[in-house]
């Protein structure tokens, strides 16, 4: 079970992008990494850094093997077309992305980070135009990728998900899928490395259609949680997932919940 998006959720709410006061086409960190991930990972599109989003993540981060994101979108975003979470320093730069179906309010994760770095949340709308949220965080004890997580994961493949109630008819879903999501970089007891083995797809729907469809890398830490915040609630949820191995997992919302 992952801890601290309590805190989190409530943190977005005046936490925004370093430098996002007022809408800029200029890098608020000045990266050099970031400005090559644009031409690789954005196509090399329209970047603006706006107060349109909010990125909640820790400051400095003690267990960088498990390190809670929140992605909060404002209404003036409009329509959203995808959301991507990439971590500048990290040997696995992208985290994942999302493709709503549906609209969502925030969306959260935890990420693994390496070392300190600048951690980018980015939006594209419906004209194409990505919407940036910077922060820097400091890790304090490097190696959430190349090193074993904690823990050992039971029942790989199991998902529970459930939903929450909010004020005036929204809903919080909340998904966890049971998975090592292995990074390559890492060794066990006896150094040799644990190949990389990890979850590359999830699909979010209910009985109206496609909610969300998400592209994951190992850069998510392992057992992944993810939680939509949407403004209505959804009926008779199902969630299907594919790993790298090309197992596929299923849950519906009946099934173990959280």
Not at 27 to 35: F, N, R
Not at 144 to 159: A, K, L, R
């Amino acid at each position: 079970m992952r801890k601290g998006f309590a805190v989190f959720a409530a943190l977005a709410i005046c936490v925004m992008g370093v430098g996002a006061h007022a809408e800029s086409e200029r890098d608020p960190l000045g990266s050099a990494i970031w400005a090559d991930l644009i031409d690789m990972e954005l196509d090399g599109g329209t970047v603006v850094y706006d107060n349109s989003l909010f990125l909640a993540i820790p400051e400095r981060v003690e267990e960088a093997h498990n390190v809670p994101v929140l992605v909060k979108l404002t209404k003036a975003l409009g329509p959203v077309a995808e959301i991507a979470l990439f971590v500048e320093n990290n040997p696995i730069q992208t985290a994942l992305r999302i493709y709503p179906h549906r609209p969502m309010r925030s969306v959260g994760f935890n990420i693994r980070l390496e070392q300190s770095t600048p951690v980018r949340a980015a939006v594209r709308d419906a004209e194409g135009v990505w919407h940036v949220a910077s922060r820097r965080v400091f890790v304090a004890v490097p190696g959430g990728c190349s090193e074993v997580s904690p823990g050992v994961v039971t029942d790989i493949g199991e998902i529970a998900l459930k939903q929450f109630d909010r004020a005036g008819g929204a809903s919080r879903l909340k998904v966890k899928i049971n998975h090592p999501m292995h990074t390559g970089l890492a060794s066990d007891e006896n150094g040799e490395t644990i190949p990389a083995y990890y979850v590359e797809k999830v699909a979010i729907e209910d009985e109206q259609g496609p909610i969300a469809d998400l592209v994951t890398w190992a850069a998510l830490s392992s057992d992944p949680v993810f939680t939509l915040d949407m403004p209505e609630r959804q009926q008779s949820v199902r969630v299907s997932a594919t790993d790298s191995s090309g197992l596929d997992f299923e849950a519906a919302h009946s099934s173990p919940t959280m």
